[in-house]
């Protein structure tokens, strides 16, 4: 009998990893990067790296991906064992809260796209259908998350005096979340607002702030939305990086000097004068989104404090 696809790139894995060719805390391929180097589905390749998890060969870092484990691999558990923890997971823990804890984990190392009911099933030794009785579906599962994501980071017990500092306090929360967890970004939608109860937090929070002042009921809304959309905007640019890197394995630095000498070109073109004495004048840059987060909410807050007064 012929070995499984999935089974051949576990073996794979493992003799990287015992030949000193993946070393404790490298980053394993990522499931897409299996299912291309071997031709396979995702879903294959989504499998081998869940037996590798299941065994202790790898584990999940939030922001980094699948990366070898420290310690060496445990023997795979017996199956009357593994159906034993089957049944305690089922008995003595909140199974949702489970599961939406392991979904926000590959959310955060691999991006929201891997996130499906399989994947999720694997991570926790149950089988796909039985997350069914517990969520409906992946809508469900993703609004959870938020939610899940959004508790963990509270607005403070007492809202702080004047509108400015209610709102200036609530971005930097929502912005603290979005920039661990920048696969919000990719669930969350102005036009399609999710009806989760902690971002809704959010919004009691600021309607509060803002309900002694002149504003009418719409402007109110637009100040809502136009803060959010503000923290939803930068961190989206979060996600797309780690998607970059994920792609390319390249981070935005390195990616940045492959692009010089054509930058330079373009500026030196003459098409471009005052850009290219611009660049001159600027020098050496650090981009840095919390700076730019900081810079942009002040200012956002002082236009606003044009029309509430």
Same mark, same amino acid.
């Given at each position: 009998?012929?070995?499984? *696809?999935?089974?051949?790139?576990?073996?794979?894995?493992?003799?990287?990893?015992?030949? @000193?060719?993946?070393? *404790?805390?490298?980053?394993?391929?990522?499931?897409?990067?299996?299912?291309?180097?071997?031709?396979?589905?995702?879903?294959?390749?989504?499998?081998?790296?869940?037996?590798?998890?299941?065994? @202790?060969?790898?584990?999940?870092?939030?922001?980094?991906?699948?990366?070898?484990?420290?310690?060496?691999?445990?023997?795979?558990? *017996?199956?009357?064992?593994?159906?034993?923890?089957?049944?305690?997971?089922? @008995?003595?823990? &909140?199974?949702?809260?489970?599961?939406?804890?392991?979904?926000?984990?590959?959310?955060?190392?691999?991006?929201?796209?891997?996130?499906?009911?399989?994947?999720?099933?694997?991570?926790?030794?149950?089988?796909?259908?039985?997350?069914?009785?517990?969520?409906?579906?992946? &809508?469900?599962? #993703?609004?959870?998350?938020? !939610?899940?994501?959004?508790?963990? #980071?509270?607005?403070?017990?007492?809202?702080? !005096?004047?509108?400015?500092?209610?709102?200036?306090?609530?971005?930097?929360?929502?912005?603290?979340?979005?920039?661990?967890?920048?696969?919000?970004?990719?669930?969350?939608?102005? +036009?399609?607002?999710?009806?989760?109860?902690?971002?809704?937090?959010?919004?009691?929070?600021?309607?509060?702030?803002?309900?002694?002042?002149?504003?009418?009921?719409?402007?109110?809304?637009?100040?809502?939305?136009?803060?959010?959309?503000?923290?939803?905007?930068?961190?989206?640019?979060?996600?797309?990086?780690?998607?970059? +890197?994920?792609?390319?394995?390249?981070?935005?630095?390195?990616?940045?000097?492959?692009?010089?000498?054509?930058?330079?070109?373009?500026?030196?073109?003459?098409?471009?004068?005052? #850009?290219?004495?611009?660049? +001159?004048?600027?020098?050496?840059? !650090?981009?840095?989104?919390?700076?730019?987060?900081?810079?942009?909410?002040?200012?956002? =807050? !002082?236009? =606003?404090?044009?029309?509430?007064?």
């Amino acid at each position: 009998m012929s070995t499984p *696809p999935y089974a051949r790139i576990v073996a794979d894995i493992k003799r990287r990893i015992s030949e @000193g060719r993946l070393r *404790p805390g490298e980053r394993v391929p990522s499931t897409r990067q299996l299912a291309r180097d071997w031709n396979v589905a995702l879903a294959t390749a989504a499998k081998a790296l869940a037996v590798l998890a299941r065994e @202790g060969v790898v584990t999940a870092e939030p922001r980094v991906g699948t990366v070898v484990a420290d310690r060496p691999a445990a023997p795979e558990a *017996p199956a009357r064992q593994k159906a034993g923890q089957r049944a305690r997971i089922s @008995g003595n823990e &909140d199974v949702r809260e489970r599961i939406v804890r392991a979904a926000v984990a590959i959310a955060d190392a691999e991006g929201l796209s891997e996130v499906t009911m399989r994947r999720v099933a694997d991570r926790l030794g149950m089988a796909t259908m039985s997350l069914y009785r517990h969520v409906t579906g992946k &809508d469900e599962l #993703f609004l959870l998350m938020v !939610d899940a994501v959004i508790e963990s #980071f509270p607005l403070p017990p007492e809202r702080p !005096d004047g509108w400015r500092a209610c709102l200036e306090t609530s971005a930097r929360v929502l912005w603290a979340a979005y920039h661990e967890h920048p696969w919000m970004a990719g669930v969350t939608s102005l +036009h399609r607002p999710l009806a989760s109860p902690a971002l809704l937090q959010h919004s009691e929070w600021m309607m509060s702030a803002l309900a002694g002042t002149r504003l009418d009921p719409a402007t109110k809304m637009y100040v809502n939305i136009l803060l959010y959309s503000y923290v939803l905007a930068i961190a989206a640019n979060v996600e797309q990086e780690r998607q970059a +890197h994920a792609a390319t394995g390249l981070t935005d630095e390195e990616w940045m000097s492959t692009q010089e000498e054509r930058i330079r070109a373009i500026s030196e073109s003459g098409t471009s004068p005052a #850009f290219a004495a611009f660049l +001159h004048e600027l020098g050496d840059f !650090d981009f840095d989104l919390d700076h730019l987060f900081e810079f942009g909410l002040t200012r956002l =807050l !002082d236009g =606003l404090a044009e029309v509430i007064g």
